[in-house]
């Protein structure tokens, strides 16, 4: 069975190729204990120096792709997204107490990052309602509200994990303790690490002139967001105050359904039917009446999830043509 080849394992073999090539790489700061280890690694992070922080992380930690990629690398829309995040990702704040187990290797680090998930949700759903209300490409554009969003996050909570930095070969290895890859990475990133593997669908259709437009926002497999665009010839039928009136009623409508965003726009001699679903919040019933899934989808993001590749398969069982950016590569 075919699964999504993450974006994450290849950003941590282009560092280690990296690395490889630079007479033996970048070489850890002396410590004399984990506590002190850790700290230079918290620094390396707070001070953009990532080819000295990824000598505390094993080649498969998680952590690693969040590191901005070599230029060009995978995803070069996206290129311009991680320098900023690099830039941005300074503004750790941290410190450092070593409780004196599990053989002295055992450290309590608190940090506070900027909160870029919220930030970068935010700034999607704001595109999102954008382009239904006004048309355009602002959630298709996923590489400028990404963009957004990490300019808009503003400072989160601090919060506390455990880790260990072992003593391996004169060189410290830090991991988590008791705490998931996700959580734990997501505390340096301030979220950001969930959209190593983002990537934005297209499918499109046209019957009988009318011309059907789906794009599918997705982390990895899990769908979280869509707009639904209905393109029909209008023929005259409709004036501008009439698709203005039907914009602002659709739109009234649409803030009666938690998740959902509606409009009708006017593209040249043709009118424009919008219809946007966040899928973290909307509930069930409205993702059925939408007819995007099937009774049997249960809650909302926080219960299950909606398959990207799925909903493509189907998709193009139904003759839909579909593309994928960035692309990532599917193993067996």
Known sequence: ???????????????????????GGTKQEAADSAEEATVHFLTNLQNGEFEQARTYLEEENPLLTVFPPAEGEAAPELDAVYQQFREKMTGLTFRVGDEGAVGNSMVYITA????????????????????????????????GWLSQGITDASMGEEETVRAMATDKNGGYIIDHRGYTDHDFMNLFTGGFYDYADFQMAVCTNTIDNVEH?????ALGDQMIACVEEVSEANNGELDDETIAGLNEFYA????????????VTKDGDRVVTHMGIDFQTADQNAL???????????????????????????????????????????EK
């Open 252 to 263: 009234q409508a649409a803030q009666q359904t938690p998740g959902m965003y509606m409009g």
């Open 112 to 143: 506070a990052q900027y909160d870029f998930c919220s930030a970068i949700n935010e700034a999607m759903l704001a595109a999102m309602e954008t382009q239904c209300r006004e048309g355009g490409t602002a959630f298709a554009d996923y590489a």
């Open 213 to 217: 437009t789906y794009y599918f926002a």
């Open 1 to 23: 069975m075919k699964r999504l080849h993450k974006i994450k394992a290849l950003f941590a073999l282009v560092l280690c190729l990296m690395l490889a090539g630079c007479g």
């Open 288 to 330: 059925v009446n939408s007819g995007l899934v099937s009774g049997s989808y249960q809650g909302n993001m926080a219960d299950g999830k909606l398959s990207l590749s799925a909903t493509i398969s189907e998709f193009e069982k139904a003759g839909m043509t579909s593309s994928v950016t960035p692309v990532y590569k599917a």
